[in-house]
């Protein structure tokens, strides 16, 4: 599964964001490309493909369309970013990264272009049982459509269907029927998988193996016995001749999704507790963390939203006070979300991704923090985390200084009271220093950003925009 690694500072994630390019004259072009045409498929009127495309600086990418030619609409699916060896190395769904989102209207298909892929004579699947009984989850299946003979190579399309949708990791792609397609030498008995996907209930593709992708990961497709006694009957298929197994079968179009097998990856959105709240804090450093926010730094609000403008880019971030007197933090920046459980907005406690089911905790904490804040006054704080797994800790520490008062509006006209403008420099290992100021509010009792500077960057004032409070 792709990870990364559980980073403290928000400002690192900015800068992990692709950078738009400088001008039009430095946009790659493309050089070439084409449908793979083993990854057409028909399902209900739906046709699915995939086109690969080389730009002329060198990169791949594979993308993965759908037109649906009962409504006359064409879909992006997701695309694929392929490294040197033709390997996967990135996938965005749409502006998703390494996590599915539904498909997108595909803007660059015309009319013109729909019509012409729905009067291609591309066969729609037929499928035949291959068996009266579902072998485990699943009902085994061959695509009698797909069932072709060039000399001693037999291609065939193979299917697996679920009764529920389930989840693919590691994307959390939904699907409720799985397709290999399989080519077979019929003198050699030997062959391997060319093409696998897994379709949706509505027959979109959600995920794939294909070209380099599906080589790498053979092992996973070997032909076993039974198979090969399979491919051996549709290989002595007379001519004109339909295969015929246990009977005529139609997957179901509204499936309902599995209550043993859910999603694997966090749910997000909305600032939602549940993921953090299944990883509870070490009772020790719960009483540590508790004693340092009562009586003096309970949150004065339920819920605050803002937009961070930078050098670096947009962040929006949603925080909301619990009960207990934590912070919870939502950062989006739009390919990704994170999550973060936090004391003020500035120590972090519990940090999740979207992409990524690793949550990290805080283990230990060393710091003579003290509320109420006064100008003057200096603190520091080290801390050793460690993700769920049980994995290498994370170290980090901090350094600050209150300095001087401010008016609170002056941030945003949406804040009242005063603030006290604290500095700090933040150290977290394998990765760059970082220097900030943020202003604690006085009538909120919460952190936000004033300025950020990540390693020997320049600093970069924070502009706080859309700022909404709910007291």
């Known amino acids: 599964m792709y990870c990364i690694r559980a980073l403290i500072r928000p400002l690192l994630f900015l800068s992990l964001l692709p950078i738009p390019l400088a001008s039009a004259a430095d946009i790659p072009t493309v050089e070439s490309g084409g449908i793979n045409p083993l990854s057409v498929v028909k399902i209900n009127d739906r046709v699915n493909y995939m086109v690969s495309l080389k730009f002329s600086d060198g990169k791949t990418v594979q993308q993965w369309r759908s037109v649906d030619c009962k409504q006359g609409k064409a879909e992006l699916l997701y695309k694929d970013l392929l490294n040197q060896e033709g390997l996967t190395r990135a996938r965005y769904y749409g502006n998703s990264y390494l996590r599915y989102a539904p498909a997108q209207d595909d803007k660059q298909i015309t009319a013109e272009d729909i019509r012409i892929t729905c009067q291609h004579p591309i066969k729609d699947m037929l499928w035949e049982k291959l068996s009266t009984t579902a072998s485990g989850m699943f009902t085994d299946l061959v695509d009698i459509n797909s069932i072709k003979r060039s000399d001693d190579i037999l291609s065939v399309r193979l299917g697996f269907d679920s009764a529920d949708i389930l989840w693919e990791p590691p994307y959390d792609a939904p699907y409720g029927l799985k397709i290999e397609h399989f080519f077979y030498n019929c003198i050699t008995h030997q062959g391997g998988a060319v093409a696998a996907m ?53 997957p179901a179009t509204q499936k309902p999704a599995s209550t043993l097998m859910g999603p694997s990856l966090p749910e997000l959105s909305n600032n939602d507790p549940q993921w953090l709240a299944k990883f509870p804090l070490s009772a020790a450093i719960e009483q540590q963390t508790q004693s340092l926010i009562k009586s003096w730094a309970m949150p004065r609000f339920k819920q605050l939203r803002y937009t961070e403008v930078s050098a670096l880019g947009k962040v929006n971030v949603q925080l909301e ?58 603190y520091k704080a080290q801390w050793n985390s460690i993700d769920s797994d049980k994995k290498v800790p994370i170290s980090g520490a901090l350094r600050c200084e209150a300095t001087v008062e401010g008016e609170a509006s002056r941030l945003a006209p949406e804040f009242t009271g005063k603030y006290l403008l604290v500095e700090c420099q933040q150290t977290d290992k394998g990765q760059p220093k970082s220097n900030s100021k943020a202003a604690w509010l006085k009538d909120l009792n919460v952190f936000v950003p004033v300025t950020q500077q990540l390693g020997d960057k320049p600093e970069s004032q924070v502009k706080l925009e859309n700022v909404s409070v709910i007291r």
């Open 198 to 250: 897994n379709i949706d209930s509505e027959g979109r593709v959600t995920d794939s193996l294909i070209t380099a992708d599906i080589v790498r990961r053979k092992k996973d497709f070997e032909i076993d016995k039974k198979m090969s006694e399979r491919f051996d009957q549709m290989c002595q298929l007379p001519a004109g001749q339909t295969f015929k197994a246990q009977g005529h079968f139609v």
């Open 321 to 378: 006070a619990q009960p207990d007197g934590y912070v919870r933090k939502l950062e989006d920046y739009g390919i990704w979300k994170v999550q973060r459980l936090t004391l003020a907005n500035q120590l972090q406690l519990k940090f999740v991704m979207s992409i990524s089911s690793e949550t990290t905790l805080l283990d230990q904490l060393q710091t003579d923090l003290r509320f109420p804040l006064v100008a003057g006054q200096h």
